[in-house]
């Protein structure tokens, strides 16, 4: 780790701070010198006997350290004194690809310091965890930054302090910088890589990578016609694909696909960027069924690489949707190396009407389907990415007229895209 921080002391006054408090970003920054500016939003907000921490978690290891960073939540959770708040914070050189790097905000209101600060130092002492304190000026008003050095027998402040200052908000939110193969995966190479190096940890990972296409066999191109239906639970998907399957003779696909069904829970319980691998390797394989099914049928697939990419832009960036990467960005291109469908349905409902059929189902849900159910932001978000993913993009159709209607009109879209 100690390579990793001197890495980041290089360049650290360059760095902004970001804060995540009621699902939107605060931004700060740190500079040598006081010019006379007020304190941070984020700092405003506190009191004058409270103290404040932040932690980065910083192993060169990405496996590791998205590991690792859901771990330190739950002992943070678990260890620290119920006085003390928690929200996820990052790190990061503004406009600089890969330059994230993510931790927590803790913001300690007990009577003493004695408790939290021994967690912090012990952590800093056997973990890959960078630690910052942050002090109240005698003025009342301005607030320091004290970057924790490690001491042989306890964590010590360094000399040094920075003044924390207010950040304008960045051109672009910190975690679409971050994005590329780690949030979403534009490659079996780079999903495949991410799942190998998990291979001691996570023995089902193994048993993944055994079901894996080659490259070749992701992208054939099959003899007929593939539509894809795309949309958020209970807008009506699993209706219209077998509808379309009975119509059209057709063969049906689910994606992920059901033979990677035996290790979803497991995968689902780990960090994004190992849970993000293991779903777009679920891509790659329903390609290679597509194109062994295509030889014979046309293929109607429900949800593909549009679902995989959406849900993941939509967690990974908070705040309202104009926080999302801009359109026509790298991020919502279609992977060069993963066969394309002939037509992409994306089907829309007002959210209204689809909490009315989730109820009617009864049925369980996903974590993100039930962040949908309660997050606005995070649904509009979804929708939104859905609609800016290009190559192909979604052609919308509204789900709310009755089944049969929903799937003629789809079959006219069918009829004038694909020609059946």
């Known amino acids: 780790m100690a390579g990793r921080i001197k890495s980041l002391l290089h360049r650290w006054s360059s760095r902004v701070f970001s804060v995540e408090l009621d699902g ?23 009191q004058s006997h409270d103290r404040c921490y932040t932690l980065l978690v910083c192993s060169r290891d990405r496996i590791k350290t998205a590991r690792f960073y859901g771990e330190l939540k739950d002992k943070l959770l678990r260890e620290l004194p119920p006085e003390c708040g928690l929200s996820p914070m990052s790190s990061f050189l503004p ?24 967690l912090l130092s012990d952590l800093t002492q056997h973990e890959p965890v960078s630690v910052c304190s942050y002090c109240k000026n005698d003025d009342g008003q301005q607030w320091t930054q004290h970057l924790w050095s490690h001491g042989e027998s306890q964590v010590m402040e360094t000399a040094k302090k920075y003044y924390v200052v207010p950040s304008e908000t960045p051109e672009y939110h910190p975690s679409t910088l971050n994005m590329i193969n780690s949030d979403v995966f534009y490659s079996l190479d780079e999903a495949c890589e991410v799942l190998k190096k998990c291979g001691d940890i996570i023995p089902e990972a193994m048993s993944v990578l055994e079901l894996l296409p ?18 958020l639970d209970a807008t009506g998907k699993t209706t219209l694909t ?52 295509g030889k014979k049928t046309p293929v109607i697939v ?63 849900k996903t974590n993100e389907e039930q962040e949908l159910d309660h997050n606005q932001l995070f649904r509009l978000r979804v929708e939104e990415a859905y609609r800016r993913i290009s190559g192909p993009a979604c052609v919308s159709v509204d789900a ?12 006219l879209l069918i009829r004038g895209k694909c020609h059946l």
């Open 24 to 46: 939107a970003p605060f931004y700060f920054a740190i500079q040598e010198r006081h010019r006379g500016e007020e304190a941070p939003r984020v700092f405003r907000k506190l």
């Open 95 to 118: 406009n600089v690809r890969d330059s994230l790097i993510k931790g927590y905000f803790l913001k300690d209101t007990s009577e003493g310091s004695s408790t939290v600060e021994r």
């Open 214 to 231: 080659s490259r070749a066999e992701a992208r054939n191109k099959p003899d007929f016609p593939v539509i894809v239906i795309e949309g």
């Open 242 to 293: 077998e509808s379309l399957r009975e119509t059209l003779g057709a063969s049906l696909l689910r994606s992920p696909p059901q033979c990677l069904s035996p290790w979803r829970a497991r995968f689902d319980q780990e960090p994004p960027l190992i849970r993000r691998a293991f779903y777009a390797l679920g891509n790659y394989i329903t390609a290679e069924q597509i194109g062994q099914e």
């Open 302 to 364: 429900d949800r593909f690489w549009h679902s995989t990419a959406a849900y993941a832009i939509a967690t990974a960036v908070s705040g309202p949707v104009c926080n999302l990467p801009g359109e026509g960005s790298e991020v919502y291109c279609w992977p060069s190396d993963l066969l394309q469908p002939s037509l992409v349905v994306l089907l829309t409902l007002d959210p209204e009407e689809r909490k009315r059929r989730l109820r009617n189902r009864g049925q369980g």
């Open 400 to 411: 709310s007229p009755s089944a049969d209607e929903v799937l003629q009109q789809v079959l």
